[in-house]
């Protein structure tokens, strides 16, 4: 079976004034038609890096060097912009963390929807009016109408990502990449806001790529889970699998250290000593080694994601050798 | 924890009435044309040894609450005492003993470090200034201080730009514990950094307070992070504290419907526990400006009823000395009637 999107290899340098970093190293993953992949990690891991990428939406001074994305069976690299525009914001569409810094501040928020029905169906000017009003109230926006006629800035937070999921989803897209589309919002709207989007993913049957730091977003929207650290996938699995067995110490270190509000006074949050390795590309082994308690010399050697079975991937070597146990 | 505690609870701070009303400037000739009402008469108490947890949405008034009691904000109305003293009627000499004693951790420690001066600079002067500190003695102190915070002696000849998050919170910390103070508020200290930073933050946090016998306001969004500090919670809604009490008690057995809806939107790390078509609260924080008459709440609420519109909901004991509050009569009187039945 083919997969909606196949990414191989995928390395992205950045060009700067002290020279190169590579931000994504090597990253290869799938997502299937109508599934819910998850990419979690800390901020500069690149999981944001990848999915620019993958769009083609890098900004100056990054630049692929490696890896194919196909996208249908389509090479997406080899695509010049304009066979790309076909594409983006049709079958393939991205919302981002601050909505107001994609919306134009110029234009109101129906023309910037119709706009994309225009060009992307055809659409005469009043169908696609009349598309819009449907979609803002399909994304639970109180006055379609009224809104229609609105500039984004007089949209409150959580307003103005629907609008970017109304615009996002007017092509009906087969794949949407959500990037931390709830971090700037509050608790109770961002439970509104991923209640949508699951309900409009499910109605679609759309694929979702979706970006968070959030664990508990994870648990709560995924079907399978990737984990960044460093520039490097680290571990990957189905949702539950990975919240029962995490395999990469990472991953199990993430888990607990994340206080909940389920939490007794007893627990103490184990932390993870030091930061995240500012510049990595130089770091042979296992990135994460400084950091890690299994430490061992093994972990100095280069390695790759090892197979664990039922799709759970994780790139420890010492796990792989019967070094850490499951905890339970 | 000792079992008889609610007999040596004393209070540090007895906040009453407090209020902080923004002017808003408008017209032609630039004159007050309303108020934005960030915090509307809010009456507790902090006791000393205690952390206690301030949470709500972003516009609640939380923050404007930690600045009100570190005398960074006056307040439009209302009073903090200060063991007794009233902080808001001093004049500024007199005042300057205790400023030392309340002290802040900002949310962004790059923002609140001067970027011009290296880190020795910036914990030395406020002890000189002070006289918490001597020349002789101040660069001991300082070592001191970064052992507790857990920095290397090597950063203090460097500039605030050269730290990350982690460290320069820790830094912000430093700067707050430099005064020996009783009293700090925590703005959001870990909203910034990273989750895997987050951890080391919070920890460090509450063995200070545990090691110093520090009494601290912890104020944040993220509901895991305060519960997880914090001894007691107070939860903010417009301006308003709607409900309070022992942080686990009212986790667990949240009662008003705000509190609830709140805990159910935060998703729990278990993919196990997925809630289909669970019941989400609708609606947005309205304006502060011209906030709802009655219990505020009451646009957003599932149980308002037309008492709700009109009056305005006191704080009231969920049981006789149980100390967790809240602001329903509604839900509290149908509670005790399923009690009764």
Do not use: W
């Not at chain 1, 819910?36 to 939406?57: A, Q, W």
């Not at chain 1, 981002?96 to 023309?111: E, I, K, Y």
């Not at chain 1, 439970?191 to 994870?218: F, W």
């Not at chain 2, 729990?268 to 008459?293: A, T």
């Amino acid at each position: 079976m083919s997969h909606l999107l196949e990414v191989e290899g995928l390395t992205t340098v950045f060009t700067g004034d002290y020279g190169e970093t590579t931000s994504v190293d090597h990253v290869s993953f799938q997502v299937d038609e109508g599934e819910v992949v998850c990419i979690v990690g800390e901020s500069g891991c690149g999981k944001s890096v990848t999915n620019l990428s993958v769009m083609g939406l890098l900004s100056r001074g990054g630049k692929v060097t490696e890896g194919k994305v196909m996208f249908e069976g389509k090479d997406l690299l080899a695509m010049s912009e304009k066979e790309l525009d076909k594409i983006r914001g049709d079958q393939m569409t991205m919302i981002f963390q601050d909505p107001l810094t994609s919306l134009n501040p110029v234009f109101t928020v129906g023309n910037q929807i119709m706009e994309s029905l225009r060009v992307h169906r055809g659409l005469s000017k009043d169908e696609a009016r009349k598309q819009a009003e449907e979609l803002l109230s399909r994304v639970g926006m109180p006055d379609a109408k009224g809104t229609m006629k609105k500039y984004p800035h007089t949209l409150s937070g959580g307003m103005r990502q629907r609008a970017m999921i109304a615009m996002a989803l007017s092509c009906s897209p087969k794949l949407l990449i959500a990037d931390e589309p709830t971090t700037a919002l509050d608790v109770t709207i961002q439970a509104q806001i991923m209640q949508l989007l699951k309900e409009l993913q499910r109605e679609n049957k759309m694929a979702m790529i979706l970006i968070t730091h959030d664990i508990g977003l994870v648990a709560h929207m995924a079907d399978r889970v990737i984990v960044m650290y460093a520039g490097q996938i680290i571990e990957e699995a189905p949702v539950r699998e990975l919240f029962k067995h995490p395999k990469h110490p990472y991953t199990r270190a993430l888990m607990d250290t994340v206080p909940t509000i389920r939490d007794t006074a007893e627990r103490q949050l184990k932390a993870i000593p030091g930061i995240v390795p500012e510049s990595y590309d130089h770091i042979p082994g296992c990135r994460f080694a400084d950091r890690c308690s299994h430490r061992r010399p093994e972990c100095d050697k280069p390695q790759e994601n090892y197979e664990f079975g039922g799709g759970h991937t994780a790139r420890c070597i010492v796990r792989k050798e019967g070094g850490i146990q499951d905890e339970s | 924890m000792n079992h008889n505690k609610s007999e040596e609870k004393i209070p540090l701070l007895r906040i009453e009435n407090l209020k902080k009303y923004y002017p808003i400037k408008g017209g032609i000739i630039t004159h007050t044309t309303g108020y934005v009402k960030a915090v509307d008469g809010v009456s507790f108490q902090i006791y000393q040894g205690e952390t206690l947890g301030l949470v709500g949405e972003s516009g609640c008034g939380k923050s404007t609450i930690g600045r009100q009691l570190v005398g960074l904000e006056k307040p439009t109305d209302g009073t903090v005492y200060y063991k007794d003293h009233d902080l808001g009627r001093m004049n500024r000499k007199d005042v300057k003993p205790f400023r030392t004693k309340l002290q802040m951790v900002f949310q962004d420690p790059y923002s609140s470090l001067n970027p011009r001066k290296h880190i020795y600079e910036i914990l030395a002067q406020p002890m000189l200034y002070h006289g918490i500190s001597t020349k002789d003695s101040v660069e001991k102190d300082i070592l001191n201080l970064l052992d507790m915070v857990g920095l290397p002696r090597s950063v203090l000849g460097r500039y605030p730009h050269e730290f990350s998050g982690g460290q320069r919170q820790r830094i912000g910390i430093a700067k707050a514990l430099s005064l020996n103070p009783e009293f700090i508020v925590c703005d959001e200290p870990v909203s910034a950094l990273d989750v895997s930073i987050q951890a080391q933050i919070l920890n460090l946090l509450r063995s200070l307070q545990k090691e110093l016998g520090l009494t601290l306001l912890f104020v944040g969004h993220g509901l895991g992070a305060v519960n997880y500090v914090s001894d007691r919670i107070a939860v903010m809604y417009l301006g308003k504290i709607v409900e309070m009490g022992e942080a686990k008690e009212l986790f667990r057995n949240p009662v008003h419907p705000y509190t609830k809806a709140l805990l159910s939107a935060v998703p729990v790390p278990d993919p196990d526990e997925r809630e289909e078509g669970k019941k989400i609260l609708m609606g947005e924080v309205g304006s502060s400006i011209d906030p709802p008459s009655g219990c505020r709440f009451h646009p957003r609420c599932p149980y308002a009823t037309e008492i709700c519109r009109q009056r305005e909901p006191g704080m009231q004991e969920t049981a006789p000395g149980s100390g967790h509050l809240a602001a329903c009569p509604i839900v509290m009187t149908e509670e005790s009637r399923r009690e009764e039945a």
